[in-house]
């Protein structure tokens, strides 16, 4: 198993991000995904996570409106737009099979810099 994700960055608050995950070594169509995020000092916390079919969504309170999760089953990936971006979604985002006590493939992570 093996997810990769890439995409982060240094954005001025504001701005807009786009992560992608490549997923490989096991039917990505079968599992839900999800994307976390760990801020310095902080606990790893759920931004948002998909069903394997794409049709059930969620997100954390705090990105709601601003954070899209999608996936491409057919290309092995998913992704998570990110606009409208504020300091405090600065962190590390993870690229996660499944979600919470569940969740046991994580990526190596991607940094995300929102500063002026």
């Known amino acids: 198993v093996q997810l990769v994700e890439s995409g982060g960055g240094l954005v001025q608050p504001g701005g807009s991000l786009r992560l992608s995950c490549v997923a490989s070594g096991f039917v990505f169509s079968s599992y839900l995904m999800s994307w976390y995020r760990q801020a310095p000092g902080k606990e790893r916390e759920l931004v948002a996570g998909?069903?394997?079919?794409?049709?059930?969504?969620n997100y954390a309170g705090s990105v709601k409106g601003r954070f899209t999760i999608s996936r491409d089953n057919a290309k092995n990936m998913m992704y998570l737009q990110m606009n409208y971006l504020k300091p405090e979604d600065t962190a590390v985002y993870y690229c996660?099979?499944?979600?919470?006590?569940?969740?046991?493939?994580w990526g190596q992570g991607t940094l995300v810099t929102v500063s002026s």
């Open positions: 998909i069903s394997s079919g794409g049709g059930v969504i």
């Open positions: 996660t099979r499944g979600r919470g006590a569940a969740a046991d493939a």
